[in-house]
């Protein structure tokens, strides 16, 4: 009994492991041989919680078919569903080893809390609340206290002088 158990349970790992990269695009070209995947043309592309469009997406693999690195360019698209962050710019970098997310070229950022952000680069690790932006100048626009206390002034109804 007990062995049966261990090996679901180790089947069950292995499954909750596994992820995968689901692509759509125009034209896709693929060399096993390096672990390069080339996707062209209304490139559509998710894994985990991430939706990725643009024109263009390089993704490369690891020894053991990880994700290593994707590139995107061109009118470059990412929307991040379980944190509502949403982040375009003309290129972006996915790098799996630290799970981090640069957008260069016009980027911009915003996320569920109503926080704006506008500069020529953005890093948001993906995995934790932490973004950086470079670049002159860097506009952000910081949604400040909740909507609960905003309703609670309105409904007092005091005036702002």
């Known amino acids: 009994m007990g062995l049966i158990i261990w090996v679901v349970m180790s089947l069950s790992s292995i499954?909750?492991?596994q992820k995968e990269l689901v692509v759509s695009s125009s034209q896709q070209r693929i060399d096993y041989a390096?672990?390069?995947l080339f996707y062209k043309g209304k490139v559509k592309a998710t894994w985990e919680d991430l939706l990725l469009l643009s024109d263009e997406m390089e993704v490369y693999l690891t020894?053991?078919?990880d994700l290593k690195e994707i590139i995107a360019k061109g009118n470059v698209s990412i929307t991040q569903g379980n944190k509502k962050r949403q982040a375009t710019g003309q290129?972006?970098?996915y790098t799996g080893e630290d799970n981090k997310l640069i957008i260069q070229g016009n980027a911009h950022y915003?996320?569920?809390?109503?926080n704006?952000?506008?500069a020529e680069k953005i890093?948001?690790?993906i995995g934790i609340e932490k973004l950086e932006a470079e670049g002159t100048p860097v506009q952000a626009t910081y949604a400040l206290g909740s909507l609960r206390e905003e309703e609670e002034v309105d409904s007092q109804g005091g005036e702002s002088q």
């Open 91 to 93: 290129m972006a970098t």
């Open 123 to 125: 890093t948001v690790w």
């Open 116 to 118: 704006d952000l506008l």
């Open 34 to 36: 390096k672990g390069i």
């Open 15 to 17: 499954v909750f492991a």
């Open 63 to 65: 020894k053991d078919n």
């Open 110 to 114: 915003h996320d569920e809390r109503g």
